[in-house]
């Protein structure tokens, strides 16, 4: 371990850390070790200051607004938080007009809120790690007006905690992608959150085996000819999803009509077709499936809102105190003639009490819905995350309302994209992309509020 400078703290902060006074102390940013001379001061109530040569040492980027704790066991002065966001790419600065649904909108909004906090956020990919001293090349959003800003980019301390954001599914099965995710895990000190997507099939495995949320949960089957000739014939409507899809594409809606099934594919645009037994409809879609699990879901009869489908989106997160709430709940309405309402496939927003006022009239019924569905959230996170031995900290959960009034899980999404393109206020959308960063502190060893 390099030794670098020296760090000077009030006698007031030694005392509250239970700081052992030696003449060299360990001090440590991220991934970044380094032993520099202790001094103490008498002034200031509970105050440090850096030396130019430890700052640089340690790939500091601010020398005060940093937080600081002691690790007592190996005699550790922690400074941070160090909050990695991984992507796989830095979008382009020379794009004017950015989509607000895009990933580039949400990592510039990330970047933008995360000065607000205390510590250094950054995003990073991949390629950029530098496993050999432990740094890695960071980026950070500076903005010159509402529509222009760039990314700059400076060697930052591999972080203490890292924020998965890697934006699909196939980038997220890169060799390269797999391999730093697997060495950052292993890492001493470092925590990882939502560190993959979810499978459709094994999360409905998980839920199905707690008994509590059983009832939630539409019959759902993986995608054989067997299992699709029963559901056909059990219910009037059915969904052929594929296990590792998102955003809706993919989708199979399979309708029953006088002797035959008619279906429709859901993809750029959307294609009819029929066919008279399972056999064939597994046929007919077969080149579309191609190699990729699917499975068959039954279809509900859900309540609408103006004649049109719709579901329950719930952004829920950790706060920081490590505690789930829910962030953010609309409805997402599926376009006229569909019954597919993910927004990348036409659907729009509708705020969640507008469109249950609608549903229910009764405002005692609304608020027995609203404390079900929080119930639901918490039970499906803590299986969730039980089950599948990995942290999350945040889901995005679809929940439909049949016409009884009977809630259903639909999908748990591991990774929600969040828009800064919203019927909510600025307020909430703030919250929303802070909370993530609240959280990862919170899994670095600092509380913040």
């Keep these: 371990m390099k030794t670098a400078g020296k760090i000077s703290i009030s006698h007031t902060l030694v005392q509250k850390l239970g700081i052992v006074v030696e003449p060299l102390i360990t001090v440590r940013v991220g991934a970044l070790m380094v032993k520099s001379r202790l001094q103490v001061h008498d002034t200031g109530r509970g105050n440090y200051m850096l030396s130019p040569e430890l700052i640089q040492a340690l790939h500091l980027k601010k020398s005060k607004g940093l937080k600081v704790r002691y690790q007592a066991e190996e005699k550790i002065l922690h400074l941070g938080p160090t909050i990695g966001i991984m992507a796989t790419y830095i979008p382009s600065p020379n794009r004017y007009e950015i989509d607000p649904r895009s990933l580039h909108a949400e990592l510039i909004y990330l970047s933008i809120v995360s000065k607000s906090f205390p510590g250094q956020v950054y995003v990073f990919t991949p390629s950029g790690i530098n496993w050999a001293n432990n740094t890695c090349r960071g980026y950070v959003y500076h903005q010159f007006s509402a529509t222009r800003g760039k990314w700059e980019s400076a060697l930052y301390p591999i972080p203490d905690v890292v924020y998965d954001r890697i934006h699909s599914r196939s980038a997220e099965a890169r060799n390269s992608v797999k391999y ?73 809606k399979v309708s029953s009509h006088r002797g035959q099934f008619n279906y429709v594919i859901y993809r750029n645009r959307r294609l009819r077709g ?171 060893g600092f509380k913040i509020k």
């Design 180 to 252: 730093a995710k697997i060495r950052l895990m292993q890492m001493p000190y470092l925590n990882y959150f939502n560190p993959h997507y979810l499978n459709k099939w094994n999360v409905h495995q998980i839920m199905a085996a707690n008994p509590r949320l059983t009832e939630y949960l539409p019959d759902t089957r993986e995608l054989t000819q067997d299992n699709l000739e029963e559901m056909l014939r059990k219910y009037h409507t059915l969904f052929i999803k594929p296990s590792n899809g998102s955003l809706g594409k993919g989708i199979i």
């Design 274 to 444: 029929q066919a008279r037994s399972a056999a064939e409809l597994m046929n007919k879609t077969k080149k579309f499936r191609g190699d990729r699990h699917y499975i068959v879901q039954q279809g509900l009869e859900l309540i609408k809102y103006r004649g049109a489908s719709f579901d329950l989106r719930i952004i829920y997160q950790k706060n920081g105190r490590g505690e789930w709430q829910i962030s953010k709940k609309f409805c997402r309405i599926a376009p006229r003639g569909s019954s597919i309402s993910n927004l990348s496939s036409g659907g729009r927003v509708e705020k969640s009490l507008k469109v249950l006022q609608h549903a229910f009239e009764n405002s005692n019924l609304i608020e027995t819905k609203n404390e079900q569905i929080r119930l639901l959230c918490k039970m499906v996170a803590g299986t969730l995350e039980t089950d599948n031995n990995s942290t999350f900290g945040e889901l995005g959960m679809d929940i439909g309302i049949d016409r009884n009034g009977r809630l259903y899980l639909i999908e748990v999404n591991s990774k929600p994209r969040k828009t800064t393109e919203t019927v909510f206020s600025p307020a909430i959308v703030r919250s929303t992309f802070k909370r993530p960063l609240a959280y990862a502190s919170y899994l670095a």
